[in-house]
């Protein structure tokens, strides 16, 4: 059987991690892409992790390139070609620019792709993912937003340093836009299958959602240079392994909604279950009237920045 082909377009911060993290867990090889500007770049990240290979104990080939060419065949696209957040600067704040990238991009995927399962991570997400959609005009179940599973990791971490215990044992739900107003839910965390309202208050839990909605924020203003890269880049690996391993995960992503949640026609992040055939099903979880009116002002949010392309892309 012939290797899966993986290719990454954007080989900056968040594309170089995604390289390492995919030869390591050997889920096929690797072409990481970027604008001929940056000459060597992708070329010298790949060629790095390959010289690694013998001690990390992988077959896997990596390739760099600056030609869109090198899509072609690809069974998976991860795109973060773009630019990131500065400090003080909003993810919406990002929206003209990366939205001419996500169309040059996503031309290149349609024209040598045609059936790459793609994830979109560069932001504002639930607007990008929008478009490279749209550009793309792949059935939607193919075309997702990276953006819950980071939300929902970046939650269950802080439960996790607040109870001392494990992180990978507390499971969280963080629904909604991939910006402020995303929404975490509260019973639906789960510490090692005990339900989160029997181990901490409501008031303790809603500064932990305070801090995850604005986690993003909190590592710009410590990195200084750029926004987070590591956490983003195992979240979509993640996403691309239920793919390509056709493993019925349930992820948080940024799906494009017909009707459920009462919303149609934008993409927003919900509960989903990824297998071979990309998003296969859609989860409604009930939410109290609070939290509800909380995910519709999300959708609002989303419903903004789609609108925005629509008029401007
Ligand atoms: N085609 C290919 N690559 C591009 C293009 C393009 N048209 N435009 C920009 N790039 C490349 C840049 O040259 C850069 O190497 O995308 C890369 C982005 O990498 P970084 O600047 O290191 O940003 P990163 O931290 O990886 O984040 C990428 O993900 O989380 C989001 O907000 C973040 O939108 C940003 C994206």
């Known amino acids: 059987m012939a290797r899966k082909k993986i290719v990454l377009v954007g080989a900056g911060q968040i594309g170089g991690t995604m390289a390492l993290v ?4 050997q889920l096929g090889d690797v072409v990481l892409i970027d604008i001929p500007q940056t000459e060597g770049m992708p070329k010298g990240k790949a060629l790095d ?10 077959s896997c080939n990596l390739t760099g390139s600056t030609d869109y060419a090198d899509i072609a065949g690809a069974d998976v696209v991860i795109v973060t070609a773009g630019v990131p957040r500065k400090p003080g600067m909003s993810r919406d704040d990002l929206l003209g620019i990366n939205c001419g990238v996500i169309k040059t991009v996503g031309e290149a995927i349609k024209k040598t792709a045609p059936n790459a399962f793609v994830i979109v991570i560069t932001n504002p997400l639930d607007a990008m993912v929008y478009n490279m959609q749209k550009v793309t005009g792949f059935p939607s179940n193919k075309v997702v ?15 996790a340093m607040e109870l ?17 107003t995303m929404v975490s839910l509260y019973e639906c965390v789960s510490v090692g299958g005990i339900p989160l309202p029997q181990l901490m ?8 959602a305070a801090r995850t909605a604005n986690a993003g924020g909190e590592i710009v203003s410590l990195l200084v240079r750029g926004s987070a890269f ?34 149609k026609g934008l993409y927003c992040g919900v509960p989903c279950v990824i297998g071979e055939n990309g998003v296969e099903k859609i989860f409604e979880v009930k939410m109290n009237a609070a939290e509800k009116a909380a995910f519709d002002k999300s959708v609002e949010a989303c419903k903004k920045n789609a609108d925005w392309v629509d008029a401007n892309a």
């Not at 992790?49 to 992988?58: A, F, K, L, S």
């Not at 208050?201 to 932990?208: A, I, N």
């Not at 690996?237 to 949640?261: F, P, R």
């Open 49 to 58: 992790i390959m010289e690694g290979r013998g001690v990390m104990g992988t």
């Open 22 to 25: 995919l030869a390591q867990k």
């Open 145 to 159: 937003g990276m953006a819950g599973v980071l939300d929902s990791s970046r939650l269950a971490c802080f439960v």
């Open 230 to 263: 590591y956490s983003p880049a195992t979240s979509a690996i993640k996403m691309a392994e239920a793919y390509l391993l056709d493993k019925k995960s349930v992820l948080t992503c940024a799906v494009k909604l017909d009707g459920e949640y009462g919303v």
């Open 201 to 208: 208050s409501k008031e303790k839990f809603d500064e932990l």
């Open 164 to 180: 001392g215990v494990s992180a990978e044992d507390v499971k969280a739900l963080v629904m909604g836009g991939h910006g402020d």
